[in-house]
Each structure stands twice: as C-alpha cells, then as structure tokens.
C-alpha cells in the first residue's frame, strides 16, 4: 500500500485508501458541496466512476447518520427509482448505508454512507455509469475506512479543507509559513501576522483599518523564495492551531469558518493559541479592533456572531448574551444599568443613563420594548435599555447564574 494513495483527513482522524488507477480531481459535479476527498476512476471507458467525501460540523442541531441519508433520498428523488437503506458499520462505527438504483433515463447506480465522527457527519458517496465493473472498487474502498483521534499535529496536505473558508485557510498557511522562516512554533502571533500581511477576508481589512502594518509588526512578509527543503504541504500545523479554531470558533461558525472567525478566536482571552500581546505591541486596543470586527460583521450579516451593542465584546467572551430584535446586551453591561438603577457606582463598565433628547436619526427608545423613559446607554448612544428592562434581564442573568453554580 504506497502512501500516495492513502488519503487523510488528519484534524478528524480519518484516513481511507483510494483503489490503483483513481485520481485526485477538484471539480464536483455536485458543485454545491466542497468535498474534503474527490477521486474518480480513470483509463476505463467501461464505466466512469467517482468517489466524494463530504464531512460537516454538528452543530446546534445535530443530525443523525438515519436523518442525513433520508435528507439525500429527497434531493435524489427526481433521478432515481429505487433506494434502500442498510444498518452498517463503517470504520468501527455504526453507519447508514443508502443505495439509489434504476435511474431514469440513465444505468447510473450510487452508493452513500453516513456516519458520525469527531462531531462531524460525514458523507461518502460513490456513483459509477457501471455497477458491475465499480462495486469491487467501491466495497475495498468502504472497507479501508480508518477511524482514529485527531492527530496532535497534522500537515497541510492532510487538512480537512471543507470547514475553512479560502481567506481563514490562507491565514493559518501564511502563519505557518511565517513560523516555519522564523523557527517558531505556531502560534496566535503568527496568525495575526498572517492576517496583517493578507489582503483578502474581513479580518485582513480590519486590522489595516486599525493601522496595522507589516512595518509596526517588524516581521518580514511570508516570500516565496526558492528553499529547496521547503514544501507547503510538509508544513506541520499543531493541535493547539486547530483547537482555536475548532473549539473557540464554531460557536458562531457552524459550516465555514473564516477569517474573521480567526481573529475574534483570537481576540478572545481564553483562546488557546496567544496572540492579544501582539496587538498590543501593533498599538491596537482590545476594545478598538472588537468594536471594528463588530461593525464589520454587522455590515456582513454574519448573524453567528453576535455582540453585545453596548460594550462590543463577543458572545465567547461574555457569560450571557440577552437578544432583542434590534440589539444585544450582556450580563457586564445589564450588571452596569442595575447598579446605576439601585444608585450604586458600577464598578466598570461603559454603561450611563441617557438624559437628552429624542434623536432625529436614531430611535430613542429601549430596543427590548420600545419605552422612551428611564433609558440607559453607552458612549455612541446608538442602542437603548430601559429600566424595567435592566430588571428584567438582571433576573434573567443571576437565574443564569444560579444555574452555573448548580451544576
Ligand atoms: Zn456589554
Ligand atoms: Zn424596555
């Protein structure tokens, strides 16, 4: 078995090994998916033949391997007559199997697995113009299926490229490449100096619109000079890379994460991988570069990731989160507008009570339940939160935290 046709998925510990003769293609003729592996048959004029591997993060709602082959019968139901479900095991696991036959107008046959692993659901799907020549191929392909722990440090031509949008991939290639010229290990650092060299994705625009510049970092930008030891593919990326992005992240980002998922994962103080040292030493202030990042991905419409209106921390850096229709705000700032409320002296926090008047512009009122009286607000005095409101969540948060205490 030479290693070239074993392909890998290192970050989800999974490996399968591709029959003789197959080749890496990177265009889907189900092109609305990003197949993390896709292979097809060649040199046969017999029978053309594929096989694609699609995986997704569980997120919230998580989906059972049953429910994902039953959600490809439904989009399959136009071309195939016939489809049947089979209780299998795939690499150790336990799997749904889904075969379509008798398509119209067409000897097509596919075959698909479900399965769940490493909080992903993963799809592997085999079509083929000629069942009887490609099922041999496609049963000692299912069966080479390897299920294992994420690998503690992996390589680029391992990853897993389906999760990571093209801008948040080009952050952690450039910052491994940084790394590796520089003889470090990567880290955030090199992340945010990725990011800061980069010119493309929301997190690259933010931070030169915070002033950061390749000068102030003091760091070369990654070059493409000729090192002949040097291979892209070879470069490995440590587990910690992976648990910021994965761990920290996916909270917001469910299917794709991006660049600036990135950099509020590194932004936060719990992330795993260092980096908010380095902002400072750009000359960037916390509180600046989330107050950017919010505005930006307001502008996106990303809606998984939400911040508070008022101060502009992130949901993952915050206890609670307490939405309305037009604003966020956390526990920190509902904190704030009690002590305000019960004329104590807050102990920090951006929160005042608004005393002017009614904005011709804004609307001037509470953005929980529209009162115009007895409102609190922060320094833009975009946002509102009236007293009666400020009780309200303040019970909602200390419920909360009663909860956390029980447990
Ligand atoms: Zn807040
Ligand atoms: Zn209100």
Same mark, same amino acid.
């Given at each position: 078995?030479?290693?070239?046709?074993?392909?890998?998925?290192?970050?989800? +510990?999974? *490996?399968?090994?591709?029959?003789?003769?197959?080749?890496?293609?990177?265009?889907?003729?189900?092109?609305?998916?990003?197949?993390?592996?896709?292979?097809?048959?060649?040199?046969?004029?017999?029978?053309?033949?594929?096989?694609?591997?699609?995986?997704? %993060?569980?997120?919230?709602?998580?989906?059972?391997?049953?429910?994902?082959?039953?959600?490809?019968? %439904?989009?399959?139901?136009?071309?195939?007559?016939?489809?049947?479900?089979?209780?299998?095991?795939?690499?150790?696991?336990?799997?749904?199997?889904?075969?379509?036959?008798?398509?119209?107008?067409?000897?097509?046959?596919?075959?698909?697995?479900?399965?769940?692993?490493?909080?992903?659901?993963?799809?592997? %799907?085999?079509?083929?113009?000629?069942?009887?020549?490609?099922?041999?191929?496609?049963?000692?392909?299912?069966?080479?299926?390897?299920?294992?722990?994420?690998?503690?440090?992996?390589?680029? +031509?391992?990853?897993?490229?389906?999760?990571?949008?093209?801008?948040?991939?080009?952050?952690?290639?450039?910052?491994?490449?940084?790394?590796?010229?520089?003889?470090?290990?990567?880290?955030?650092?090199?992340?945010?100096?990725?990011?800061?060299? +980069?010119? *493309?994705?929301?997190?690259?625009?933010?931070?030169?619109?915070?002033?950061?510049?390749?000068?102030?970092?003091?760091?070369?930008?990654?070059?493409?000079?000729?090192?002949?030891?040097?291979?892209?593919?070879?470069?490995?990326?440590?587990?910690?890379?992976?648990?910021?992005?994965?761990?920290?992240?996916?909270?917001?980002?469910?299917?794709?994460?991006?660049?600036?998922?990135?950099?509020?994962?590194?932004?936060?103080?719990?992330?795993?991988?260092?980096?908010?040292?380095?902002?400072?030493?750009?000359?960037?202030?916390?509180?600046?570069?989330?107050?950017?990042?919010?505005?930006?991905? +307001?502008?996106?419409?990303?809606? %998984?990731?939400?911040?508070?209106?008022?101060?502009?921390?992130?949901?993952?850096?915050?206890?609670?989160?307490?939405? *309305?229709?037009?604003?966020?705000?956390?526990?920190?700032?509902?904190?704030?507008?009690?002590?305000?409320?019960?004329?104590?002296?807050?102990?920090?926090?951006?929160?005042?009570?608004?005393?002017?008047?009614?904005?011709?512009?804004?609307?001037?009122?509470?953005?929980?339940?529209?009162?115009?009286?007895?409102?609190?607000?922060?320094?833009?005095? *975009?946002?509102?939160?009236?007293?009666?409101?400020?009780?309200?969540?303040?019970?909602?948060?200390?419920?909360?935290?009663?909860?956390?205490?029980?447990?």
């Amino acid at each position: 078995m030479s290693s070239s046709k074993q392909a890998k998925l290192a970050d989800l +510990g999974l *490996s399968i090994t591709i029959p003789d003769g197959w080749q890496r293609i990177t265009h889907s003729i189900w092109s609305e998916h990003h197949p993390a592996m896709h292979y097809q048959a060649n040199g046969t004029d017999e029978a053309h033949a594929e096989c694609e591997l699609v995986c997704s %993060r569980q997120g919230n709602v998580q989906v059972s391997p049953r429910a994902a082959a039953e959600a490809i019968e %439904r989009e399959l139901a136009e071309a195939y007559a016939k489809f049947e479900y089979t209780d299998t095991r795939l690499g150790g696991e336990p799997a749904t199997r889904l075969d379509c036959t008798e398509a119209f107008g067409a000897p097509e046959y596919m075959r698909h697995y479900c399965l769940e692993h490493n909080h992903h659901l993963v799809r592997l %799907r085999f079509i083929t113009t000629n069942r009887a020549v490609s099922e041999p191929e496609f049963d000692a392909t299912v069966a080479s299926i390897r299920l294992g722990d994420p690998a503690t440090e992996c390589v680029f +031509g391992e990853l897993a490229l389906v999760d990571y949008a093209p801008a948040a991939l080009e952050c952690v290639l450039a910052g491994s490449v940084i790394a590796h010229q520089r003889g470090e290990k990567l880290s955030g650092r090199h992340l945010i100096g990725s990011l800061v060299h +980069g010119d *493309s994705g929301i997190a690259a625009s933010i931070l030169q619109s915070l002033g950061a510049t390749a000068e102030r970092l003091g760091w070369a930008p990654p070059c493409d000079d000729d090192d002949s030891d040097f291979d892209i593919h070879r470069l490995p990326v440590p587990k910690s890379v992976f648990s910021l992005l994965t761990s920290v992240v996916p909270r917001y980002a469910r299917d794709t994460i991006r660049s600036h998922h990135v950099l509020l994962g590194i932004l936060s103080k719990d992330n795993v991988a260092g980096g908010p040292d380095l902002l400072a030493e750009l000359g960037i202030g916390l509180a600046e570069a989330r107050a950017a990042l919010a505005d930006e991905i +307001g502008q996106e419409r990303d809606t %998984r990731c939400a911040f508070c209106n008022f101060c502009r921390k992130p949901r993952f850096d915050v206890k609670l989160l307490v939405p *309305s229709a037009f604003s966020h705000i956390c526990d920190e700032c509902i904190a704030s507008c009690k002590a305000l409320l019960d004329d104590r002296q807050p102990s920090h926090g951006v929160m005042r009570r608004y005393t002017g008047a009614e904005k011709s512009h804004v609307f001037t009122g509470c953005g929980y339940c529209g009162d115009k009286s007895n409102l609190f607000t922060a320094a833009s005095e *975009s946002y509102f939160i009236c007293g009666t409101c400020v009780e309200r969540t303040s019970a909602i948060a200390e419920r909360q935290k009663e909860n956390t205490h029980a447990r």
